[in-house]
């Protein structure tokens, strides 16, 4: 039992801070003895009965104890997770209870270091919590200053208006990353969380202004070098270094989540980019990759510098020549990933993003840029001017890159091949999915299809080894849902891009949305949710219940997951288990909850199928 008391007191006291109580122990000697062992024997009564923690209110006076109030007691996901276990090994609740009581969101709790609940701190701002846990470094405003900073050995924070692929690099080298706009599917948000990272968006209130290396917030002036705390699990920014907490696992979550991988059906897979990335992922339990976004790799080191060559080439000729250079580089990453995951499923998505993400802004990069390539200045302004877009999202982008530059695409399945057959030969199982995005009609499929196997027959050819391999789709526009017959004849897997489907089927950019009206669409009661947090399950859900029905139609055996942000969070879990998903995809950090969440999905379903049968 643990609590606090006042005597000559009444609870306004306690709750108004007026008066310091003291801790409940103090009554187990003395006068009030009797009491105690009186209090304890009810609460231990009452812990029995409702099966849960307690938190009790009482009071006494003439030596009579009375209990004014009990209810379940708020916890920590350590504490939830621990209570749960011990309480299966009293007798009180069973497996299957203990794996429904705890909150799968509570689980991220016992990852990350915490900022100690005790201490005092100076808070700055407030913004969104994208990435829990907390870290504490020095301010910097830059991505290659964070890079450089950390090879000497500094703990830095990186601090941004907002960030985009090319700070990438400065993102693996912070503790932490705190942006002053975007949401919590931003680019900031979703990347951070892939790679465990502490991350704050949307601090609304800083004015971030990374020329001068400074940030200005309420009347304060935070400049380079100044050390802050980044709380991601309150979304706190917190002046100086606060102390931190780390909590540990311990073998009641190695229990619980024993049980809970019994009772689900669903697989829970992990994007991960990285070996790095893979290898945390099997740790929490991953069972594959769902989502391998081979993008990021080029924005490590030296190899941008590639990638831009590539893009501003003036010919085919030019573009093979750089991506030759591209291809070893490409190829060791899959290798590192394919023996990380040791035969689990690895789904590599063919590159995405419009090929305006890689190249360079600022006047001093381009003329770096331009050096390296050996063309004027001016032209090469003039290329970068040609492949902005108005609406990239929507643009030159995904299948319609290889199709365009189908060198581009060989390049890549060449890599994912010869990596497989390397790892492969070495003895080892390698399972291969090969993604292809943003398709809309089935005829773009077929033309990548086309490619990536006669790539593949060239490798296998040469090197005397085939592997197994797959090749899918990622249904992320509505025409694919809607298409998903057609498309499942040529397709051998579907994976719901959730992030993208959302924003095609609401008309809503998640970067925008997130920094302008989004808040005053929650806070009215407009939208019950956060769309890019929770499945929309009226309005995208049944754009994916089409696709599944279609898909399943056309192709019985069709392997289905998601691998939006959606496939970590518990109500969007539970919906894709209604749906009968094989999978659900998500960042490595995340893996545990989904685990749990799929499990309680199970549970929940045999739960209403009993109430039926009952005639309920």
């Not at 990933?337 to 381009?366: A, K, Q, S």
Request: some cysteine; overall charge neutral.
């Amino acid at each position: 039992m643990n609590g606090d008391v006042l005597t000559n007191a009444q609870g306004e006291d306690v709750v108004s801070g007026a008066r310091t109580p003291e801790p409940i122990q103090k009554m187990k000697r003395g006068k009030l003895a009797r009491i105690y062992r009186e209090l304890d024997r009810l609460a231990t009564k009452l812990e029995k009965h409702f099966k849960d923690v307690q938190d009790v209110e009482f009071t006494f006076e003439h030596s009579q104890l009375y209990m004014l109030q009990t209810r379940r007691a708020q916890r920590t996901g350590m504490a939830a997770v621990r209570s749960a276990v011990e309480m299966v090994a009293e007798g009180l609740i069973t497996e299957d209870e203990a794996v429904q009581r705890v909150p799968p969101q509570d689980l991220d709790q016992l990852f990350h270091p915490m900022v100690d609940p005790k201490a005092s701190v100076t808070v700055l701002a407030k913004g969104l919590p994208a990435s829990p846990g907390a870290a504490t470094g020095e301010v910097v405003f830059d991505a290659d200053e964070a890079e450089n900073l950390k090879k000497k050995g500094h703990d830095v924070i990186l601090v941004r208006p907002e960030t985009s692929p090319e700070d990438y690099h400065g993102m693996v080298a912070a503790r932490a990353i705190l942006t002053a706009r975007g949401g919590m599917t931003s680019h900031a948000a979703v990347v951070a969380r892939g790679m465990g990272k502490t991350c704050v968006v949307g601090a609304k209130e800083l004015d971030v202004d990374p020329a001068a290396g400074r940030f200005r917030v309420n009347g304060r002036a935070v400049k380079r070098g100044q050390v802050i705390t980044v709380d991601g699990t309150t979304g706190r920014v917190i002046l100086g270094a606060a102390k931190l907490v780390t909590p540990k696992a311990g073998k009641e979550f190695d229990r619980l989540m024993s049980w809970a991988d019994a009772k689900r059906r669903m697989r829970v897979r992990a994007n991960a980019d990285i070996p790095a990335d893979a290898r945390r992922a099997r740790e929490f339990g991953a069972e594959g990759i769902g989502l391998c976004r081979t993008e990021h790799m080029f924005f490590e080191g030296d190899r941008i510098t590639l990638m831009r060559e590539m893009i501003v080439a003036i010919d085919e000729t030019g573009r093979r020549k750089a991506l030759a250079k591209l291809l070893p580089i490409q190829r060791r990453d899959f290798e590192g990933i394919f023996e990380v995951m040791d035969g689990l499923p690895v789904t590599i998505r063919l590159l995405d993003p419009p090929l305006h993400e890689f190249l360079p802004h600022t006047r001093e990069e381009i003329a770096a840029l331009a050096k390296h390539a050996k063309v004027p200045a001016a032209q090469l302004e003039k290329l970068i001017e040609s492949l902005r877009e108005a609406n990239p999202m929507l643009g030159h982008r995904g299948c319609r890159l290889g199709i365009t530059y189908p060198e581009i695409t060989e390049m890549q399945a060449q890599a994912i091949f010869e990596a497989a057959g390397h790892v492969a030969g070495k003895g080892k199982k390698v399972t291969v999915e090969i993604m292809v995005p943003l398709v809309a009609d089935v005829r773009e499929l077929v033309n990548q299809t086309q490619l990536i196997r006669k790539v593949a027959q060239e490798v296998f050819h040469r090197e005397g080894r085939a592997v197994p391999y797959l090749i899918g789709t990622m249904i992320e526009l509505p025409r694919a849902a809607m298409t998903a017959d057609d498309i499942a004849k040529e397709a051998e897997f579907f994976s719901f891009g959730t992030n993208d489907l959302t924003q095609t089927a609401l008309g809503m950019s998640r970067d925008d949305a997130e920094g302008k009206f989004l808040t005053f669409y929650l806070e009215d009661h407009v939208l019950d949710s956060n769309p890019f947090e929770t499945l929309d399950q009226s309005g995208v859900g049944d754009l994916m219940r089409v696709g599944v029905e279609r898909g399943r139609g056309a192709k019985p055996g069709i392997k289905l997951g998601i691998c939006g942000e959606h496939g970590g969070e518990p109500k969007s879990v539970e919906f894709c288990h209604k749906l009968g998903l094989d999978y659900v995809s998500c960042s490595p950090y995340r893996v545990p909850l989904a685990r749990l969440a799929a499990a309680q999905a199970v549970l929940k379903e045999a739960h209403r199928a009993e109430y039926v049968a009952a005639g309920g």
